[in-house]
């Protein structure tokens, strides 16, 4: 399976300020998507990031907010935009070559907004 | 590290003895099942999948059980050890959508 790198691995932002997110795959893989997840709490799916194109966000998150890259089969990046504490979560990559089979994520970003 | 689900249910089992976990889905068309395994500081790691044409199967000390009837699917770890510490999700998946992440069990090996 795909290994992901995914940096930074934690930060500590001032509010107002904005994080970009790097999420780095070691193979070619059609579906990349950014995570959410908030302490004590299970994963929530930001957005699937299309490659070449606009990414394609769920109910709740818009990209004015989280804006993400995706220029390639193998890279991908979320910013989250205008930081307030509620912002302070586990941000999460997640790659997969298709949908029958799991997907790989990487280690987090530990984003904390003070 | 920085632990995750603080406030997450707790399951506590002897170290060597058998783990079971268990997970109520929310939509009886799911047709792909996962257990992912998130240790403290890590992301979430895939340990078994099930499909919805099964009832059971069985991996490295790890056994996944679905019950459609009742949308109910459970994690049994065998011997349960130290390095099993961890909080374990089940993800439900239907055909063509993204998958759905339950809210997870922390289980606690005690030795």
């Known amino acids: 399976s795909a290994v992901i790198s995914q940096k930074p691995s934690r930060d500590i932002c001032q509010r107002g300020t904005s994080l970009t997110i790097q999420c780095q795959v070691d193979?070619?893989?059609?579906?990349m998507f950014w995570y959410r997840q908030q302490p004590g709490q299970s994963l929530t799916l930001i957005a699937t990031a299309n490659q070449g194109s606009e990414a394609t966000y769920e109910s709740g998150f818009v990209i004015d907010k989280f804006p993400i890259s995706r220029p390639n089969l193998t890279f991908s990046t979320l910013t989250v935009s205008n930081m307030s504490p509620e912002d302070s979560s586990i941000y999460l990559c997640s790659a997969g070559e298709t949908e029958n089979y799991g997907y790989t994520f990487g280690s987090g970003t530990r984003l904390t907004v003070v | 590290g920085e632990s995750v689900g603080l406030h997450l249910p707790t399951l506590s089992v002897q170290e060597g003895d058998n783990s079971i976990i268990n997970c109520a889905y929310s939509?009886?068309?799911?047709?792909?099942f996962i257990w992912y395994k998130q240790e403290s500081g890590k992301g979430p790691q895939f340990i078994i999948d099930i499909r919805s044409n099964m009832d059971k199967r069985q991996g490295q000390r790890v056994t996944v059980l679905l019950n459609k009837t009742v949308k109910h699917l459970s994690l049994q770890i065998a011997a349960t050890q130290p390095g099993d510490s961890a909080v374990y999700f089940c993800a439900e998946r239907l055909e063509g959508q993204n998958f759905v992440f339950g809210p997870g069990t922390r289980l606690s090996v005690l030795p």
């Open positions: 939509n009886s068309a799911s047709d792909y």
């Open positions: 193979s070619q893989v059609t579906m």
